[in-house]
């Protein structure tokens, strides 16, 4: 069976947007679900509804992929489900190795959804002497001197770090060092990486802090819900008044689901690309 080592996915060559190719993963899992359900075809509204985003930005999507579906008809699910597989790599098998097997790692070893979505652990590493040799999901956890070998011996292109923010950059400098190209990052931290390696950042307090944001503005619009905090906290917050300054364009601190594309000086770049932090059911 082919490995990520001697086949990359074609989207990029082929122009597919960034933004585009942060969708696919959700198509494919509404139309995974219809295909279980033997649904053979489903119109862009009912898709879309199912995936989360509106049908003509889905329509657009498709175009990208060919395939333009049959008025009247709607799009073919098994075909569909070929073509997005197909442009996410996913026909093929992908090792990979999860680095720190605390509760975070060990819960990601034990998650069933890698194998049906083409990856397969290769290895589950850990820098404690005492997991070495001890099972996980099925697998001995090896020590992080074998890092190196492990990623060769396998043909390892993708990483996880579930380590946790301290070890992180060096876990990433010695992953990248020994040919990871792209690395999803669960550590709290955002790693600094050489042209041409993908970043994907999966952090759980921001995800929070986002809900509790919308949580504060409903509580403030919502009649009967209790108002935001106030007194002496709540003053002690605010920062004192400061003279108006020019408005100018502003971006994200943490970039958006794309994955990273732009270099900082010296080679390296960053931050990560955000990835939404509930995996796939």
């Not at 082929?14 to 075809?41: H, K, N, Q």
């Not at 034990?110 to 070495?132: C, E, H, K, Q």
């Not at 190196?148 to 301290?166: F, K, L, Q």
Request: glycine share 10%.
């Amino acid at each position: 069976m082919a490995t990520g080592r001697t086949h990359r996915p074609a989207t990029r060559s082929r122009g597919i947007p960034e933004a585009t190719v942060a969708r696919l993963p959700l198509y494919l899992r509404a139309l995974t679900a219809l295909s279980e359900r033997s649904v053979p075809t489903v119109s862009s509204e009912e898709l879309a509804a199912a995936a989360g985003v509106n049908s003509a930005k889905l329509r657009k999507d498709f175009s990208y992929l060919g395939s333009y579906g049959t008025r009247g008809v709607g799009y073919d699910v098994e075909y569909l489900v070929y073509q997005i597989s197909r442009e996410l790599g996913l026909t093929q098998d992908w090792p990979v190795v999860i680095v720190g097997i605390g509760n975070l790692g060990a819960a990601l070893a034990n998650y069933g959804g890698f194998a049906s979505r083409g990856f397969r652990v290769a290895a589950l590493i850990d820098a404690d002497p005492a997991m070495t040799g001890k099972p996980v999901a099925g697998l001995p956890v090896r020590h992080t001197d074998d890092l190196e070998s492990i990623i060769r011996d396998n043909g390892v292109s993708i990483g996880v770090i579930a380590t946790p923010a301290g070890a992180a950059q060096q876990v990433c400098d010695r992953l990248v060092a020994a040919g990871v190209t792209s690395i999803l990052n669960f550590a709290p931290t955002v790693l600094s990486v050489p042209d041409g390696v993908d970043v994907r950042k999966v952090d759980l307090s921001i995800e929070l802090q986002i809900l509790a944001f919308h949580e504060q503005r409903k509580a403030g619009e919502e009649p009967g819900r209790p108002a935001a905090p106030a007194g002496p906290v709540a003053a002690a917050a605010r920062p004192a008044a400061a003279p108006a300054a020019p408005t100018a364009p502003t971006t994200s601190a943490t970039g958006s689901a794309a994955a990273v594309t732009a270099a900082t000086a010296g080679g390296r770049k960053g931050p990560e690309g955000d990835v939404p932090a509930v995996m796939p059911a």
